[in-house]
Each structure stands twice: as C-alpha cells, then as structure tokens.
C-alpha cells in the first residue's frame, strides 16, 4: 500500500489561492491514478481532480476552470492549484491513490472564509 502525505492546508479569504501537495512514498509512476477528494462541513466525502498515470486529468463540475491538478514524477508528488477558492471549498482535502491497491492520505483542512 502507498503512504500518501499531504502539505497545504491552511486558512485563506474568499478568492484567494492555495496549493496542495500530495507525496507518495514510492514512485509515483507506478500509480495509476491519484487525485484529491474533499469532505466538507456536514457533506459526503466527494471527488475534487484525478490525474493519471499518462497524465488525462478529470475535475469535479465545481471547480473545473479554478482548480488544476499536476504531478510532478521526479519528486513523487501531485499538486493542486486552487485559484478563486469560494467559501464552500471549505473542507478537508483527502489525497487518494489507486495502485491498483486504493490507499488515502491523512487529510488537510482547508479552510475558506468569507
């Protein structure tokens, strides 16, 4: 199973930016997929962006042209760049990998205030 550790979170106004990381303990070519999902206040846990392993990326309708996920294989790390962030991004934010085994990180709050 892949040990995923998250950086990132934090508080940020209403249109601001942050950016998450996600590093993977062993190579991140060998994953198939790997992406962030998010569980906000009272909500069910929901998936944000997915990248794969030749690079096809999948967002959420929500945040499809804020946010922007990428992978970076040299240092075993997927990003999400998250720009305009509203107030109902607000959340923990779960990086998650298929390898085939599915394997979840901690989670990092992110919190968005208005």
């Known amino acids: 199973q892949v040990q995923l550790m998250e950086a990132g979170g934090g508080v940020v106004q209403a249109g601001g930016s942050r950016r998450l990381s996600c590093t993977t303990s062993?190579?991140?070519?060998?994953?198939?997929?790997i992406g962030w999902y998010r569980q906000g206040p009272g909500k069910q846990r929901e998936l944000v962006a997915v990248i794969t392993s030749d690079g096809r990326t999948n967002y959420a309708g929500s945040v499809k042209g804020r946010f922007t996920i990428s992978r970076d294989n040299a240092k075993n790390t997927v990003y999400l760049q998250m720009n305009s962030l509203h107030p109902e991004d607000t959340g923990v934010y779960y990086c998650h990998a298929v390898s085939p085994i599915r394997s979840w990180g901690q989670g990092t709050q992110v919190t968005v205030s208005s």
């Open positions: 062993g190579s991140i070519v060998s994953i198939e997929k």
